[in-house]
């Protein structure tokens, strides 16, 4: 048996459909306007998503477009250490709920959980105000 992360899953509903929520939150290009945990800038680099992240320049490979609302994607660290992020968009009544999975990291303090826990709330409820507006 392998070893299991203890998990949280962050979530906000948002006031406009699955699609709508879907294609922007999809668009690397707009990451920069609301993911601020993950991108402070980004760019389409010789093929990869190259983002000016808190833990500095990191490569992004996004899943595929699809239509079940998965926003997976994967951080690449200047290390090479990959860093799977699990994100879904699902229906919530006539609006969208979007769930991040956070999971804890080997060695991670119980301080830097709740941390990167409360930057993913602040990250989804600029999402939220984006979409609401």
Request: aromatic share 6%; proline share 5%.
């Given at each position: ?33 609301w ?25 992004v ?42 999971l ?30």
């Amino acid at each position: 048996m392998g070893t299991l992360h203890e998990v949280r899953h962050v979530s906000i509903s948002i006031d406009r459909p699955p699609g709508e929520v879907y294609a922007f939150a999809s668009n690397p290009e707009n990451l920069p306007r609301w993911a601020t945990g993950l991108a402070g800038t980004i760019a389409h680099v010789n093929g990869e998503w190259i983002a000016d992240a808190p833990a500095g320049k990191v490569k992004v490979r996004f899943a595929p477009r699809n239509d079940l609302g998965v926003l997976d994607h994967d951080v690449v660290l200047a290390s090479g250490e990959r860093v799977h992020v699990s994100m879904r968009v699902v229906e919530n009544g006539d609006g969208s709920e979007v769930v991040f999975t956070l999971l804890r990291q080997e060695g991670m303090s119980d301080e830097r959980l709740a941390e990167d826990a409360r930057w993913v709330e602040r990250d989804l409820n600029a999402l939220k105000r984006l979409l609401e507006q």
